[in-house]
């Protein structure tokens, strides 16, 4: 069943959700990014040269992979599939849209990009553009996320990147943003390369553009594959990049279930967790409406998850829009589950997934058993999991 299902109902924003809540001088800057976006989005050279990168570079298309030990162990004649964003180089989905951005920049004739990080595979894809670019790089990075991922920190800084870290606050990703976004204010040669589909207009919109690359190629895949389209299509869902790369391919198709899996940590009702769009309400947050995990001041709240590239307490503005129109589902998956689903890719199908992964892993093994012969469950595989075994070995006393 194919309907279309309008979402950007005026330019910046989603439904009620989006727009650039920012002062003037950020506003003309973001301005000018829109417009060079659009006239980049009709330059052939421009397309070309991205997709030739992506392809000899990334190495694009990324593989559809059949779990064929998981169907057999949990479903009864369900099949599980990933989308393998793991093998891109970099190790994740983020390589895609730091070179779109990158490649903008650089026609804007920037010298310098600026970026925020979490778990350190969006830090570690903008060093990497920045290199291939020939374009300096400045990262910001809670400090509570430079401990716990210092094999991207060590990375950044071989390919060339200064690492900043973020001390205020919890140290973790809310922080890196504030601190990048005063940089860009403060820095007007600077560009800054955000690495999700959050921020104001018209990041969400640029992102999730040169995230699509994800969901465009899945769909081909699985209708080779499978000769139809999924059942059932899983995003682990932080800020929201991976998903929307994901689900971009199939809003317009109804009856591919949308799940977006979100970080449930210690309990959804612990109030230790980073579940947004579950627990969140209208709220502007980094210069853009959505749902906000909120204090009793209203002010942006505490969050938490094992992964530190999904503790973030906003989600981008169309994953909002689709949740209030009931397209997409919204699942939570705490810490536990998530190691769960961490070690079961790794022993029974021999891929380490991102702990951001694991939590879209999780969900699906929570729904295999449910599902009848033949449903097909398609879940994206945002990144790989070398940079997150620390974490496993110390929780997990491996």
């Known amino acids: 069943m194919r309907n279309h299902v309008e979402i950007e109902t005026k330019r910046g924003y989603f439904g009620e959700y989006g727009g650039a809540f920012v002062d003037g001088s950020i506003g003309s800057r973001l301005k000018e990014l829109d417009q060079a976006f659009l006239d980049a989005l009709e330059d052939p050279s421009f397309q070309q040269e991205l997709t030739d990168l992506l392809r000899r570079y990334v190495g694009r298309p ?221 709220a502007i947050i980094h210069g853009f409406k959505t749902y906000v995990i909120t204090d009793p001041n209203g002010n942006p709240g505490r969050v938490h998850s094992i992964s530190s590239g999904l503790d973030y307490p906003g989600v981008g503005p169309e ?14 998956v705490t810490d536990q589950e998530a190691l769960d689903g961490f070690l079961a890719l790794s022993r029974h199908e021999g891929i380490i997934p991102a702990l951001e992964s694991a939590h879209a892993v999780a969900f699906a093994m929570k729904l295999l058993p449910t599902l009848s012969d033949g449903t097909t469950v398609l879940v994206n595989l945002s990144g790989r999991g070398d940079k997150d075994l620390n974490t496993v070995m110390r929780e997990l006393e491996l």
């Open 62 to 282: 990324s593989a559809l992979t059949f779990c064929a030990n998981l169907s057999s162990r949990l479903g009864r004649g369900a099949r599980l599939y990933l989308k393998r964003e793991d093998l891109n180089h970099t190790g994740a989905h983020k390589i895609n849209n730091a070179l779109g951005q990158g490649l903008l920049a650089r026609r804007m004739g920037k010298k310098e990009i600026i970026a925020e990080t979490g778990a350190g595979m969006h830090g570690t894809a903008c060093a990497t553009v920045a290199a291939l670019l020939g374009l300096e790089c400045t990262v910001f990075m809670g400090s509570q996320d430079v401990q716990r991922q210092a094999a991207n920190v060590a990375r950044m800084k071989a390919l060339g990147a200064r690492v900043v870290s973020v001390s205020q606050g919890d140290g973790t990703l809310k922080e890196a943003v504030d601190a990048a976004l005063h940089e860009y204010a403060s820095n007007p040669q600077a560009f800054y390369l955000l690495g999700s589909v959050v921020g104001p207009h018209p990041y969400p919109t640029m992102v999730r553009h040169f995230q699509s690359v994800i969901g465009h190629e899945a769909r081909e895949q699985f209708l080779k594959e499978e000769g139809r389209l999924p059942h059932y299509a899983v995003a682990c869902v932080g800020g929201g990049s991976n998903a929307m790369g994901l689900f971009s391919a199939f809003t317009d198709d109804l009856d591919v279930k949308l799940i977006a899996v979100e970080p449930a940590g210690k309990g959804l009702d612990s109030g230790l967790h980073a579940a947004s769009l579950m627990r969140g309400e209208p």
């Open 319 to 332: 994953l909002a829009h689709l949740k209030d129109m009931g397209r997409i589902s919204c699942e939570g």
